[in-house]
């Protein structure tokens, strides 16, 4: 199988503090990974990093088998790979439109749009609060809707940081039932936590961010 994303001697600094040294990351396609760790292990800023908000140092990097660079984050990967932020920003629209946004920027037909916002809204279990305002919305409203603002760009690789975090029993529940179905639809996906939960969901690949290196646990089976 050709890696989705591979990743040699990721190194990242600050100051005089070398914050991780990663010697090789491996995301292949289809998979979902939980990425754990001690608070201020560097879970967040590797995503970043993944995700081109955050500069690092790197040996060489790789997509689907190509030679990438990471600085400047070049456009394949920009439209491969989507961050989810664990406190989404919303526009104050509608939630129908925040869904939207990312398609409106990169130019998609209005029609092709709304039928893709649609099918998010319904995935997500958002329909009735298609007209609503951000405002209004719970935590676990917020975060369904970060999801499907996210999927409806048909992500390579997700990036979920803290996704079920400050979230209620029945907010989670619904959060995490929605993941599977990402990486069944061939999108990977990992998700900085802490939650037990998702750490458990069958099929997962635990990445641990200890003392600055990457522990990695294959699994066995894939989500289902």
Same mark, same amino acid.
């Given at each position: 199988? =050709?890696?989705?994303?591979?990743? /040699?001697?990721? /190194? ?13 990351? =491996?995301?292949?396609?289809? $998979?979902?990974?939980?990425? =754990?760790?001690?608070? #201020? ?6 995503? /970043?990093?993944?995700? #081109? ?39 104050? =629209? ?44 719970? #935590? #676990? ?45 061939? $999108?990977?996906?990992?998700?900085? $936590?802490?939650? /037990? ?28």
């Amino acid at each position: 199988m =050709t890696p989705l994303l591979s990743i /040699r001697l990721l /190194r990242k600094d600050y100051a005089d503090r070398r914050l991780f040294d990663i010697d090789a990351l =491996t995301i292949n396609p289809g $998979c979902a990974y939980v990425l =754990t760790g001690l608070n #201020g292990a560097g879970k967040s800023t590797l995503l /970043r990093i993944l995700a #081109g908000l955050e500069p690092a140092a790197i040996g060489d990097a790789s997509f689907l088998g190509e030679p990438v660079s990471l600085q400047p984050y070049p456009r394949i990967l920009r439209d491969a790979i989507v961050y989810v932020h664990q406190h989404p920003i919303m526009f104050s =629209t509608s939630i129908a439109d925040n869904i939207g946004y990312g398609l409106a920027a990169r130019g998609m037909a209005k029609a092709e749009a709304a039928q893709r916002v649609e099918e998010a809204l319904q995935w997500a279990g958002l329909v009735h609060l298609r007209n609503s305002k951000p405002h209004t919305l719970s #935590g #676990g409203e917020k975060q369904r809707v970060a999801l499907a603002r996210a999927k409806v760009l048909s992500p390579r690789l997700l990036l979920l940081d803290e996704p079920t975090a400050n979230l209620d029993g029945p907010a989670r529940e619904q959060v995490i039932r929605l993941i599977p179905s990402l990486v069944n639809a061939g $999108c990977s996906v990992i998700m900085a $936590c802490h939650d /037990r939960d998702l750490i458990g969901l069958p099929g997962v690949q635990r990445l641990k961010l200890k003392d600055g290196r990457l522990q990695a646990r294959q699994n066995r089976v894939r989500v289902a």
